[in-house]
């Protein structure tokens, strides 16, 4: 079984499109992260869910909306796609806020056109 | 605020040779970690390092900490093309993770 998931792995769509992606751990942590890789493969963090409520937000547009419906999932979803938001975001989870080896997904490469 | 600084940010290297990758963080912290990102791939972790002087080894690779320099290295020995990935360290502050820029390594056969 996949330890974190995420889906779907490819995602193109046009601008201005809405579009959702999908994060499920079945590690039993209680933390749960979004990550925006870009094609340098700098990695940032976005937000990060403690136990379902929100502990980092970090300065990303109001586009973006994490979602935990509970500690095992967090989705992102984004409004009103732009061209700059073409990356690859990736989920991961940790045993608690931002201790611990943290697991990551697969990766949903996202290509707005 | 804490800053994490990798280097070299690219490194090209033959097969069999030895080779190190500094990592250098601002300010005090107790743990960092070593991740490895296979080209399209996602992360995975490679060591954790929790204390002063820490040494941990996996295979041909090596990681220490010195947290009074602020300075972790991961040592690549006899190096093969297998280990060719880009190659992140991460130190813990606040509830989170601060990513260094990666070490892209390319090792040629």
């Known amino acids: 079984d996949t330890a974190v998931s995420q889906t779907p792995k490819y995602l193109v769509t046009q601008m201005g499109n809405d579009k959702s992606i999908k994060c499920e751990q079945n590690?039993?942590?209680?933390?749960m992260y979004w990550y925006k890789q870009d094609s340098k493969k700098f990695l940032k963090i976005m937000f990060s869910?403690?136990?379902?409520?929100?502990?980092i937000n970090e300065t990303v547009p109001n586009r973006f909306s994490p979602k935990s419906p509970d500690k095992a999932h967090l989705n992102l979803h984004i409004n009103s796609l732009e061209l700059g938001d073409s990356a690859v975001y990736f989920c991961a989870s940790s045993l608690s806020s931002g201790r611990g080896i943290a697991y990551f997904g697969a990766g949903t490469r996202l290509s707005v056109l | 605020e804490l800053k994490v600084e990798q280097n070299p940010l690219f490194l090209s290297m033959q097969e069999g040779k030895n080779y190190t990758i500094y990592c250098n963080y601002s300010?005090?912290?107790?743990?960092l970690y070593w991740y490895r990102q296979d080209p399209g791939k996602s992360l995975e972790s490679l060591f954790v390092?929790?204390?002063n002087g820490a040494v941990k080894q996996e295979g041909r690779l090596m990681a220490s900490l010195d947290t009074k320099a602020r300075l972790s290295t991961l040592h690549i020995t006899a190096a093969v093309h297998d280990l060719s990935a880009t190659y992140f360290c991460?130190?813990?502050?606040?509830?989170?993770?601060?990513w260094g820029a990666g070490t892209k390594l390319i090792i040629k056969p």
């Open positions: 590690l039993g942590h209680d933390t």
């Open positions: 390092l929790l204390s």
């Open positions: 300010t005090t912290s107790d743990r």
């Open positions: 869910y403690n136990n379902k409520e929100l502990i």
């Open positions: 991460a130190v813990d502050q606040n509830y989170q993770l601060i």
